[in-house]
């Protein structure tokens, strides 16, 4: 299996590109499911995950084509074409691999009248329920039957109706997976306590492109007025926020100097907050934005929340640039349980961080040392790779796996910056 080998201690310097956003895409390509007309997707980031989620589309019968992209490219040009679901099922055997496989249950219900998905089951971060997908779902006028690990979703005459509902607790994924269902049904919906992260706004914006009818696109409440059919759009996937988010702190824990070119800083409010906060000069450029260390980091207390609050994707990154900062930083952990699996690891490395319940409690030290680390889930993964960019000696991050489905050429993009990284194959 590869591993990622860094040899620390090298300031990052340079401009590094942002890729295409994994989270966008994967709710992007899904909609493709929703018309006979083909969807092209530009700056598609290339990962794992939205080769995953390809497969899963040709299951469906969905065809994809990769269009006029150089091996050199950063992201690429896919069209996806759904002239006619053969299939409306996500196997166990996919989605127990790819959690988002959850998001064509929505579309494939729009579309056909009836999807059957396998319940995803445990996952690395938590337990990760679908209640709230059924639901939402349930509050638009489909009918659920679960039997045998798998749900089974039906529109009463062959389409949804449209509804009102109202999440208990903010999902991203249930509110794309109403949303995607929402716009092919009978009548209108509203959608309150909706997720308003930057990637439902793109998702809205994709779908309104394809002639669907939206309003109060990136607020709280979504009014969807359900059309006849939808057609065809070419539709550029937004930057990574987090991609970028963790190139900053990779900017940060080296003393660095880059520029993150496509990022987009109003995307990323709360991380760019946090990194002034401790002492980080962020700037908006023409081409993006520049991450800047010259002084030593400080101390930053920070809770994860529904956007716009503070990302729980870049929980993890934060802590190992923290984990070199002078003083103690607070990080609470609001949105999953069990998601400091990269504490153990980081301790490895030298770093001092008492994690009570849901809180981490961070003690800057002066060295990390290289050690053979592992993380079970992608944003740990990554944070590992920080610690690693800033400590003294040799890291090698095994289960290089994670890293390829979130992050677009991970080795080339830092070694470009100066850090001294390679990947390595045990055969
Ligand atoms: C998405 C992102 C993930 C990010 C997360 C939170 C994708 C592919 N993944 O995941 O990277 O970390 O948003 O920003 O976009 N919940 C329920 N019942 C449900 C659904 C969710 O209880 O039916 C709970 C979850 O356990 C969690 C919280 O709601 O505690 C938020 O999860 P959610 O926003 O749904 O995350 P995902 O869409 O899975």
Redesign the pocket.
């Known amino acids: 299996m590869d591993r990622i080998l860094i040899r620390g201690g090298n300031r990052l310097s340079g401009r590094l590109p942002i890729s295409g956003a994994k989270?966008a895409a994967?709710?992007l390509m899904p909609c493709a499911l929703l018309t006979d007309e083909p969807l092209t997707l530009r700056n598609l980031p290339r990962l794992a995950d939205v080769d995953g989620f390809g497969h899963l589309l040709n299951q469906l019968g969905a065809s994809t084509a990769i269009e006029g992209t150089r091996p050199e490219d950063f992201g690429r040009v896919m069209t996806i074409r759904t002239g006619k679901l053969t299939s409306t099922e996500a196997p166990y055997d996919i989605v127990r691999k790819m959690?988002?496989s959850i998001l064509v249950l929505g579309p494939v219900l729009a579309r056909a009248g009836e999807a059957r998905v396998s319940l995803p089951g445990g996952c690395a971060i938590?337990?990760?329920?679908?209640?709230?997908?059924l639901k939402a779902l349930e509050a638009i006028g489909a009918e659920l039957e679960m039997a045998a690990g798998y749900v089974r979703a039906t529109a009463p005459g062959g389409r949804l109706s449209g509804g009102r509902y109202r999440f208990p607790?903010?999902?991203?994924?249930?509110t794309e997976n109403v949303v995607m269902a929402a716009v092919l049904a009978r009548g209108g919906s509203v959608i309150e306590n909706a997720?308003r992260?930057p990637?439902i706004v793109d998702l809205c914006n994709c779908l309104v492109a394809m002639g669907a009818r939206i309003a109060g696109i990136g607020t709280d409440t979504l009014e969807i007025e359900g059309v006849d059919r939808l057609h065809g759009a070419t539709y550029a996937v937004m930057p990574d926020r987090i991609e970028a988010g963790s190139y900053a702190c990779a900017a940060a824990i080296t003393g660095g100097d880059l520029e993150l070119v496509g990022a987009n800083v109003a995307d990323m409010q709360a991380t760019t907050d946090a990194l002034r906060e401790a002492g980080v000069t962020v700037e908006p450029t023409r081409d993006g934005v520049r991450v800047a260390a010259d002084g030593p980091l400080g101390p930053v207390n920070i809770a994860t929340a529904?956007y716009p609050g503070f990302?729980?994707?870049m929980q993890a990154q934060f802590m190992a640039m923290l984990c070199m900062a002078g003083g103690t930083s607070v990080l609470t952990e609001t949105?999953?349980e069990n998601r400091y699996m990269h504490v153990p690891e980081l301790a490895r490395m030298g770093a001092d961080i008492q994690v009570h319940g849901r809180t981490a409690v961070v003690k800057g030290v002066d060295r990390l040392v290289g050690a053979p680390v592992m993380a079970t889930d992608l944003r740990a993964s990554m944070s590992l790779i920080l610690a690693g960019l800033a400590a003294d000696g040799e890291t090698a991050v095994a289960r290089v796996y994670h890293l390829d489905r979130g992050y677009e050429r991970l080795e080339e993009k830092l070694s470009a910056v100066g850090a001294d990284i390679e990947r390595a194959s045990d055969g």
């Open positions: 989270n994967l709710t959690r988002a938590g337990n990760r329920p679908i209640d709230l997908h607790v903010v999902s991203v994924g249930a997720a992260e990637e529904p990302a729980t994707d949105i999953f």
